[in-house]
């Protein structure tokens, strides 16, 4: 199988799951849950990707990234967008 038809299966069986946990909504709360997707989608999703190659650009010393260490660094890339703006107590 292609990476594609592979990324459509998946794709498939994550709309099957958001119908399924939708399905038994009223239309009023099916309104709600489309509000919360589209806050998710336009300021989690969109907003706090982070490219990695924009922030090369300004780290002139990170670019000679071995294979190892741009592997860490992609790690801390993805997370660090997962906790922007975010207060945390430890």
Same mark, same amino acid.
């Given at each position: 199988? &292609?990476? #594609? ?7 498939? +069986? @994550?709309?099957?799951? !958001?119908?399924? /946990? ?14 919360i ?5 336009? /300021?989690? !999703?969109?907003?706090?990707? +982070?490219?990695?190659? #924009?922030? !090369?650009? @300004?780290? &002139?010393?990170?670019? *000679?990234? &071995? *294979? /190892?260490? /741009?592997? +860490?660094?992609?790690?801390?890339i993805? =997370? =660090?967008? !997962?906790?922007? &703006? =975010?207060? +945390?107590?430890?």
């Open positions: 199988m &292609g990476r #594609e038809v592979i990324e459509l299966s998946v794709k498939s +069986v @994550y709309k099957k799951e !958001l119908l399924k /946990e939708v399905d038994d909504l009223s239309p009023s709360e099916m309104k709600k849950i489309i509000k997707l589209h806050v998710v989608k336009e /300021e989690i !999703l969109i907003k706090k990707r +982070v490219d990695k190659q #924009e922030i !090369l650009k @300004y780290a &002139g010393m990170l670019k *000679s990234l &071995g *294979s /190892e260490k /741009e592997k +860490v660094f992609d790690d801390v993805s =997370r =660090r967008s !997962l906790f922007m &703006g =975010r207060n +945390v107590n430890l």
